[in-house]
């Protein structure tokens, strides 16, 4: 698949099942504890939900590892579209589903206890 980047994005190797990610040094970049955070525990078995997704990365894994449903949560437009296109390019739309939104709002989308597990990495 080509990819295109736009001015300012490198894309790197999340060194798993051939996944690539898109980055803005300018905006969040995943990091080593991004990377030990999704390898930590048991594969969760229900709906996940990664508050502040940055680039996916944690999503990423996730689905990698075998997890089959995934919301990732973003503010920043910017890096909601990286997540985005990350999702896509690595062909991974039918179990990560990226939202643009604030997760003060996650009550008015989801029930309570809907997501099984919730991932957060804040900077």
Known sequence: MTVKLHDGERLDDL???????????????????TILLAHFGDVPRGPVLDLGT?????????????VKKITALELNPVMADIAARNVE????????????????????????????TVYVNPP
């Open 15 to 33: 060194i798993l099942a051939g996944m690539k990610v898109i980055q803005r040094p300018d905006q969040f970049c995943f990091s080593l504890d």
């Open 54 to 66: 940055g680039t996916a990365a944690i999503p990423l894994i996730l689905a990698a590892r075998g």
């Open 89 to 116: 390019l690595n062909g991974k739309g039918a179990v990560i589903n990226v939202e643009n939104s604030d997760y003060r709002q996650l009550a008015t989308k989801y029930s309570a206890g809907y997501f099984t």
